[in-house]
């Protein structure tokens, strides 16, 4: 060690006495500096132990001591001899299931177990009883050699979809993770990787460490990307590693758990763990449509070139970055697959900005190859997708009954349906940005602050027609004039220039019916409350009427 004994018992007397503590209590010096690593920067870390079952308490205290930085944790013996068998429990098990330990157990573990004891041996020693060193360097062994292995058939699988830098990124991290793993077999087991070179240096000699620094050193120039990833694979197989050749055919395209797909109109949306939305762009949806579960994955990518997915490889992988897809490794014909994502899990990528957020067909993808997550959890995607189809739909249904009211010249009926209309509108309006519950409608034209820019136009339009009565079939033709023009504004600002004309058409009747069922579907499965007791219907009859004889609405048409 770099500290002499009559230092490190100055620097511990000097802790304690700025503590409180049992008595009888054991203290250990862990972590780089008892390792016989470490340098004049290093912390000082002191770990004392009380001779108790309950829990003290986890968090490190710091002082600075001759120039030192001390830290003091305190653990009692019922904690670590819980974590030590809690490991000595996976001994012997397979390296999957010990790949399921927790980093930071298996560091606690391994600091005591190497540690250098101050005070207290006889308690220090009987703590250790519980985890044979060999065995826990063992279970470190497997566990290094599964992250390394679902590392490299990570790199693999990025090889075979073309992203080689990605690959090599992989491959090298799966290459440190065997070097762990080949050290640990060796009684090496420090785990914390930024000591690794020294601790690859006590086995001077060994030609695989020699190949590792060769490899290592070699960082991938431009071009080199592809070699230097197979380097590393190959390497890792020699470490002892297995299971992880660059052999690409064993790689399948598996479903991804809690991922489902939901087409609103004509735009596909992905739901990930009923909480994120992603939409498609229309180069990411023909290439999610070519998407087969169980199917090869080099199948997968031919078949996507050959329908004019350009560059397939770097869209399949952003649906593996994202977990909306995974990929097996198929072994021999006697094993199961094995499950292997990325490694570290599926990660989130930045939210879109597009502005508003909703349309008639759900979201806008920024760009056709985009798979854009929305700025919105799943299900209040869901609720004010319903609900901006309920506002454009109470604009035609007010629309239908204002004409009707005029025409008749019932002017109390017009004007309560008038602000129906505006109601619809300004209801259709804030659900595109996502506004979900809505506000109630006295206080729907006020809460237009909650929208930038405010929309000064519609604000107008809608105080102009909330004022307005007719009394005359002039005064109604001059309401219908700016009617529409409030329509259109809130139509254009809300992407529903779309939406049917429900009351004039059996097709605009179906069109309506169409748009409702799909996001009724998703509503449904996010659990979120129907608009209307009638929509359940819709649900339930397959998005027909349910009274209507097949081919009626054909004929009408």
């Known amino acids: 060690m770099i500290l002499t004994e009559a230092e490190i018992g100055a620097l511990a007397t000097a802790t304690l006495e700025r503590i409180d503590h049992p008595d009888g209590a054991a203290l250990i010096l862990e972590g780089s500096i008892a390792e016989g690593f470490g340098n004049s920067r290093s912390d000082i870390d002191f770990l004392l132990i009380a001779d108790q079952e309950t829990d003290m308490p986890t968090m490190p205290t710091i002082f600075f001591i001759d120039g030192r930085r001390v830290e003091i944790r ?110 640990a077999r060796r009684g090496e087991t420090y785990i914390e990787p930024k000591w690794l070179s020294l601790q690859l240096d006590r086995l001077a000699g060994d030609p695989l460490v020699e190949r590792y620094w060769t490899i290592a050193n070699a960082a991938p120039g431009a071009g080199r990307a592809v070699e230097h990833a197979q380097d590393c694979v190959r390497l890792v197989a020699a470490l002892g590693v297995s299971g992880c050749a660059d052999e690409p055919h064993r790689l399948v395209v598996a479903r991804a758990p809690e991922v489902t797909t939901w087409q609103i109109d004509d735009r596909v949306h992905l739901v990930r763990d009923r909480r994120d939305v992603f939409v498609l762009g229309v180069t990411a949806t023909r290439m999610w449509r070519r998407v087969v579960w169980g199917r090869a994955l080099a199948a997968l990518c031919a078949d996507a070139e050959r329908v004019g997915v350009a560059d397939a490889g770097e869209l399949i992988a952003a649906y593996l970055r994202y977990g909306l897809i995974r990929i097996t490794w198929q072994g021999a014909p006697i094993s199961p697959r094995l499950p292997m994502a990325a490694p570290l899990g599926a990660i989130t990528p930045a939210p879109t900005t597009s502005s508003p957020i909703l349309g008639l067909a759900g979201a806008e993808p920024p760009h056709p190859r985009a798979i854009a997550l929305l700025p919105m959890p799943a299900p209040r995607f869901a609720a004010a997708a319903m609900a901006l189809m309920w506002g454009n739909f109470m604009i035609e249904n007010a629309l239908e009954d204002l004409r009707g009211a005029l025409d008749r010249g019932q002017w109390r009926v017009a004007a309560l349906t008038t602000a129906r209309a505006v109601n619809g509108g300004l209801r259709a309006l804030l659900s595109a940005y996502g506004v979900s519950p809505l506000p109630p409608d006295p206080e729907l034209l006020h809460r237009l602050d909650l929208l930038p820019g405010g929309y000064r136009r519609i604000r107008v339009l809608a105080e102009r027609l909330y004022a307005t009565s007719a009394t005359t079939e002039e005064e109604a033709g001059g309401l219908l004039t700016v009617m529409g023009e409030y329509v259109a504004e809130i139509r254009t600002a809300s992407g529903g220039e779309a939406f049917p004309s429900s009351f004039e058409s059996a097709h605009g009747w179906q069109r309506t019916l169409d748009i409702g069922y799909d996001l009724l579907r998703l509503g449904a499965y996010l659990d979120q409350q129907l608009p209307l007791d009638e929509a ?9 009427q349910p009274h209507a004889r097949a081919g009626a609405a054909a004929q009408e048409a």
């Open 74 to 183: 305190t653990r009692s013996t019922g904690q670590i001899i819980g974590h030590l068998q809690q490991v000595r429990r996976h001994v012997g098990r397979t390296a999957r299931r010990i790949a399921t330990l927790d980093e930071h157990l298996l560091n606690r573990c391994q600091r005591l177990l190497r540690a250098h004891v101050v005070h207290r041996p006889d308690l220090v020693g009987k703590i250790r009883d519980n985890l044979a060193y060999d065995d826990f360097a063992a279970v470190m062994a497997q566990w290094w050699a599964e992250h390394a292995r679902q590392s490299v058939r990570h790199a693999v699988t990025l090889l075979a979809l073309g992203q080689a830098e990605s690959a090599a990124v992989w491959a090298r991290a799966g290459l440190q993770q065997a070097a762990k793993s080949y050290l």
């Open 536 to 544: 359940q219907d819709l649900l339930s009859s397959g998005g027909v």
